[in-house]
């Protein structure tokens, strides 16, 4: 399973630090990649970051310099650091591994 934790409410150019934990014997045997997603109201659920394996990353155009997905040690266990953030980052935020979805945190950006 996967556990998301993090969010909440902030002024724009704050920040919000993202945490997924996957737990389960797959994730406790190997390194898998993972990702963050998000959905806003009306709109469809979109990728912001993904992490492979061996830790390459990759961002949406909208996050590139403003948000780092990271590993955190652990095997599957990642972050999403999220710095200036924007009235239009409001959204809930999704972790996903494998085929496995997270709970979903939810992140407000005040204007």
């Known amino acids: 399973q996967l556990q998301a934790s993090g969010g909440g409410v902030v002024q724009t150019g704050g920040s919000l630090r993202l945490s997924c934990v996957a737990s389960g014997s797959i994730f406790d045997s190997v390194r898998v990649p993972m990702a963050w997603y998000r959905q806003a109201p009306g709109k469809q659920r979109g990728l912001v970051a993904s992490i492979t394996d061996s830790g390459s990353t990759d961002y949406a155009d909208s996050v590139k310099g403003r948000f780092t997905i990271s590993r955190d040690g652990a095997k599957n266990t990642v972050s999403l650091q999220m710095n200036s953030l924007r009235p239009e980052d409001t959204a809930v935020y999704f972790c996903?591994?494998?085929?496995?979805w997270g709970q979903g945190t939810q992140v407000t950006v005040s204007s």
């Open positions: 996903k591994a494998l085929k496995i």
